[in-house]
Every structure is written in structure tokens, then in C-alpha cells.
């Protein structure tokens, strides 16, 4: 039985085609924010690079912390110092030595 039909829609059978074919349509929310990242793109491509010298001379920390925020995190790799083979780095000197 059709999920719709069980919830009480009577218009809705089995195998009927969808009454919107093309879904639900933008709402004003995304219509906003289509237009405001449009927006900010052609403002970033003019002003972009003068707003980041500015940031980086006048305050490097929210520079710092914008340009890391925007890395993906798997960016951040944690590096470990080891000795080949999990030696310990006695056992390790000495097999050079030899």
C-alpha cells in the first residue's frame, strides 16, 4: 500500500504517477541564500585578496583562524616520530651501529 495513501490521502493509489512530478519547488529561504552566496562570490572575486592582506598584516590571529576553519580536517595529520621496525631507539642505535 502506498505510504501517502496509508496516511489517509484518498488521491493517492498504488502506481499512480506523482501529482508534482518535479518535487517541491525552492523555498524563499533557499532563494536567499542562493542570491546571497552569489553574492558574496562576485564580492569576493573585486575585494578577496585586499580583505586577506588586511586580515594577515592588522590581525593575523582571525586570519589564522578563518584560513584554518576552512581547511577540511582531514588536512590535520598527526605525525608521530617512530623508529623503523618499533624498535626502541636504543635498539635501534645499536642495529645501525652493527
Do not use: C
Request: net charge positive.
Amino acid at each position: 500500500m502506498n505510504q501517502l495513501a496509508a496516511r489517509g490521502n484518498p488521491n493517492m493509489r498504488p502506481g499512480a504517477p506523482s501529482v508534482n512530478p518535479k518535487g517541491r519547488g525552492p523555498t524563499n529561504r533557499q532563494k536567499i541564500a542562493e542570491r546571497l552566496i552569489s553574492d558574496l562570490a562576485d564580492t569576493w572575486s573585486t575585494h578577496g585578496a585586499a580583505v586577506l592582506r588586511h586580515l594577515a598584516t592588522e590581525d593575523p590571529g582571525k586570519f589564522a583562524t578563518i584560513a584554518f576553519g576552512l581547511l577540511p580536517r582531514d588536512v590535520f595529520v598527526q605525525v608521530q616520530q617512530a623508529t623503523p621496525g618499533g624498535l626502541t631507539p636504543e635498539e635501534y642505535a645499536q642495529a645501525r651501529i652493527a
